[in-house]
């Protein structure tokens, strides 16, 4: 692992599925055993350029989210090395089973892509909005369950994910990411990032709310809360050990996810810390509630995932110290 | 036009396989007879469909039981696997005093077929409707690496209720998998009755054919007319194949085939007492085919 962080976190100029397209075709050039699965959904996952130079190691299933999983974990069987990808929505609850039985079960390797994480579906509303893919993701033995932060680490993983074995679901946003790491990062699949030190609190997000993490400790900077940051973009297998520290040495925890509270990033480090060091911690996420339509920005303080979220219940925590 | 020449077996092989199908439906009922229960009525209906791809119709090395070229087997029945099991190991694929372990603590031998626990076993399955997918899934990749290697596919006719399986069939017509061969073993009974009573089911053959697959309807217990017709599916090109089995659920076990509720039975009393004598009929009639 080797980090490089960004001076300035902006908006990055190359969306996320263009950089999720480009990084296949380059591996694909090298390993003929790489296909591609989708669900009517190429053209919004920005994978038409794969299709035109890899015709016939495309597969776009149609509307059919069950028999691409199966068709995936089949393929497996005789060595390719499929990356499948719909909305998180359907790649994850519509055919749960066919990921457990065809995929997990029978020991696939299946790299599964669930685009528009959350909020981030935005327009498409309560229907297509995943608040509890990586819940149920994580609920699968064996599954490694990941959502990559900004381009950069999704060129990486991506490229990690073609050479290794077994279930994987990446949650992936589709458009622009806030720009975290600078180019040349590499990411350990199973180890946390730190992205800022502080000793009063340490804030455990992943996705988009990494760069509300970072914003949050800004402001707490200013209040004299000195704030850790980490980012903890692998649900499981999860880093252990980077929370049990950063529970040692700051005494309390704030955890951060574009999802539900249940069953996500917040349980699962809240797991962590019930069995080895119970310390206070809080929330912020998607109170077990539907999603709904509206611009980004809305839903972001509809369901309470601003920086300012973060914030309120930083200082809730520390009141519990 | 159809090379029928070709597809024909002499009176030898078809002896042979009537010989292996008895073999086979034998070791079947004793597996289910040492355990007391077990699925036996779906498991009986393919056994003569089993003798003929394990025994004639399929490239397969028991000794090298992933062989990049051979053929595939996936049942997506996987309540079938006690069956399955008794032709693996008729086969050689694993000792045959390993079919007493089936459902045991730790045995290689579950319930539902599992291709990481037993030797043999191409694809796992027992949520029924997945191994259409993984079927094609296999058939799709033997074809991206130049292999002329066959997917074969036993799905049960209550198996067909399932969405997945009609999913499957739109797109293997579309992609033309003409090296996908499907059985549907129609014994006309799903675990809560007739197929025609809990979800009628019609005309299958002319369902898959009118999703553009090629069909035929063949005595399921006749192993010289389900081996014609898969070398007639052979023959087909671009365009999948369907091979309706005509079966009956406990299929040449005679207190079986009379239970109503046959899809899963523990065996009472009586039904040890008949096993037995079945058992007997099964190994008498072995002896005949050694003459």
Known sequence: MTIWLAKNNVKEDIEMRNIYCQTLIELARENEQIVVLDADLMSSMGMIPFLKEFPERTFNCGVQEANMIGIAAGLSATGKIPFAHTFATFATRRCY???????AYAKANVRIIGSDPGVTSAYNGGTHMPFEDMGIMRNIPEMTVLEPTDSVMLIDIIKQLAGLYGMFYVRLLRKNAIKIYEEGSTFEIGKAVKLKDGKDVTLIANGIMIAEA?????????????????????????????????AKETGAIVTAENH??????????????????????????????????GPVDYLKERFELTANDIVRRVERVLKRK | MIKRGDSMLNQKEVNQLEKFATEIRLETLKEIKNLGFGHIGGAMSIVEALAVLYGKAMKINPKEPKWKDRDWLVVSKGHAGPAVYATLALKGYFPIEELMTLNKPKTNLPSHCDRNKTIGIDMTTGSLGQGMSTAIGIALGNRLDRRDSYTYLILGDGECDEGQVWEGALFAHHHKLDHLITFID???KQLDGYTKDINDLGDIGQKFASFGWQAQDVNGADVAKIYEAIEKAKEIKEQPSVIILDTIKGQGIKFVEETMANHHMIFSAADHKAAEKCIIELENKLKEYLV
């Open chain 1, 97 to 103: 089973d066919q990921v457990f039985i065809s995929g």
């Open chain 2, 186 to 188: 129609v014994n006309k």
């Open chain 1, 214 to 246: 970072l914003k949050a400790a800004e402001i707490l900077d200013k209040k004299g809360v000195f704030v850790r940051v980490i980012d903890m973009f692998i649900l499981k297998p999860i880093d252990k050990e980077t929370i049990i520290t950063c």
């Open chain 1, 260 to 293: 539900n509270i249940i069953n996500g990033l917040g349980s699962a480090v809240a797991e962590v810390l019930a069995e080895n060091t119970p310390t206070p911690m809080e929330r912020v996420g998607v109170k077990d509630l539907f999603g709904e339509v």
